[in-house]
């Protein structure tokens, strides 16, 4: 364990250096809130309105704390739980273990770097390096975007986005991959495809220089992370018994409680990408009901009917499925938008998990690319459509919906390309230094015991 973490100690300060070295001539930039939400945000409204200088909005900040808490929520116990449900009784606590200490380790080093990389300076792929370690703040310096509330508020709120695109990614590979690799895998994979993809949408990077628009996430988070996971689920390769034992969830009862806390802490993860308490909050907020309800009831039906019976798996699923659909379009199209948006992403991701899972022949273990990565493209491509103001969208007068879409398709592309070669190039790296997968011995007896020496369940 002790060469674990030294390990992990290198890999930190090696990618930070690199990402000095590549930054030393990046000019000074101010910052860059969620691009797509500053557009229609009315975040700074007061001040806008009457030409004061920028204060700090109590309602505003009360609300980002709020969205803030709710995110870490929908991370640990949330996904944790989520994910924990759908594995094997035996690597239970291998999976809450890997959510909570990715999240404990990329805060960490979001505040050390992350943040100043992402919403700092003025590169297409890296920010600039002037709130390394988070200098220059103080605990009443504004948000120079979002003026109504205190930056490390801002700050605290992204953090929440990066910990949980990383963890994410563990539902893929679950079951069999070292912890070390894991830990090791995140913290490079942050550095190298989180950061930039978050930069390049909403730091003012390629991608919003392009008018893409990603209101809280589609692109940054889930197909960001569904490519990283698909990869994995490739090079690390499948379980032990796969496709001749069972490997169903051992407790859907946790997976049901897992993705309805998923569903209350994505209206922090939506309505707080609005950057205040204001209209465009609203927006998402009913935008993350109804198009999560939609794809809800669209999955069971669709599975109704396939299959004969509707499932608690697939209602929770289905759900999922239309929180992430939902997410780049949040505050940018109306409500019977996201209501269709819904009824679209539910039977769409059903195919993800099902027809294209077996076209791939690939054990994502759970279905991290079929309901993250294609409802993460239906929402994506879709949002180029329903922003669209004779839809009920809040896009400019002269939006152009085929114009919007080919963006939206090349935003799709570039983080398709970027993440998956990142992650091919990562994977190889830790494979060749200290491995990826645990030994068959390990994989049999159950991670929790082999890995951590604790079980989830007393016998």
């Not at 600039?128 to 009443?140: E, I, Q, S, V």
């Not at 894991?182 to 392009?210: N, T």
């Not at 589609?218 to 018994?241: C, D, E, F, Q, S």
């Amino acid at each position: 364990m002790r060469k674990f973490f030294t390990r992990l100690l290198f890999a930190a300060s090696l990618s930070l250096s690199s990402l000095a070295m590549a930054q030393e001539t990046a000019e000074a930039g101010a910052l860059l809130t969620h691009e797509t939400a500053v557009a229609v945000s009315t975040a700074a409204a007061p001040a806008a309105e009457t030409g004061a200088l920028p204060s700090l909005n109590s309602g505003d900040t009360a609300w980002m704390l709020t969205s803030t808490m709710l995110v870490i929520l929908m991370i640990i116990p949330g996904l944790a739980l989520f994910y924990g449900g759908l594995g094997r009784a035996k690597n239970m606590l291998s999976v809450l273990m890997q959510v909570f200490v990715i999240f404990s380790v990329i805060t960490i080093l979001w505040a050390i770097y992350g943040y100043s990389l992402t919403f700092y300076g003025t590169g297409n792929f890296y920010g600039g390096l002037d709130r390394l370690f988070l200098r220059g703040l103080t605990p009443n310096t504004l948000s120079s975007t979002l003026n109504t509330i205190p930056e490390y508020v801002f700050i605290a709120f992204q953090s929440t986005f990066a910990a949980i695109t990383c963890a994410l990614i563990v539902g893929a590979f679950a079951e069999r991959m070292k912890f070390s690799a894991v830990m090791l895998f995140s913290v490079l994979w942050f550095s190298f495809s989180y950061v930039p993809m978050a930069h390049m949408v909403w730091g003012g990077g390629l991608l919003a220089q392009d008018g893409a628009l990603d209101f809280a996430g589609g692109t940054v988070v889930h197909i960001n992370a569904a490519m990283a996971g698909l990869v994995g689920a490739y090079l690390v390769g499948k379980r032990i018994g796969f496709g001749r034992e069972s490997m169903a969830p051992h407790s859907l009862t946790l997976t049901m409680v897992g993705a309805s806390l998923l569903w209350v802490g994505w209206f922090g993860f939506n309505a707080g990408s609005a950057g205040a308490a204001n209209a465009t909050a609203g927006l998402a907020f009913i935008n993350t009901i109804l198009a999560t309800s939609a794809a809800t009831l669209a999955w069971i039906a669709g599975e109704a009917l396939l299959k004969g019976k509707p499932s608690m798996l697939g209602a929770a699923s289905g759900a999922v499925a239309g929180l992430v659909a939902v997410t780049p379009a949040a505050g940018l199209i109306g409500p019977m938008a996201a209501l269709v948006l819904g009824l679209i992403a539910g039977p769409a991701c059903l195919w993800g998990v099902s027809g294209l899972k077996r076209w791939l022949r690939v054990d994502d273990a759970f279905d991290v690319f079929g309901v993250h990565g294609i409802g993460g493209i239906v929402g994506a491509l879709l949002t180029g459509v329903f922003a669209a103001p004779s839809l009920g969208g809040t896009g400019a007068a002269d939006f152009s919906i085929v114009a919007q879409v080919w963006v939206q398709t090349y935003s799709v592309l570039i983080t398709i390309a970027w993440s998956g070669i990142v992650s091919l190039i990562l994977y190889k790296l830790i494979d060749f230094t200290i491995g990826l997968r645990v030994s068959e011995e390990e994989e049999r007896a159950g991670l929790d015991i082999s890995a951590h020496g604790e079980s989830a369940y007393r016998y």
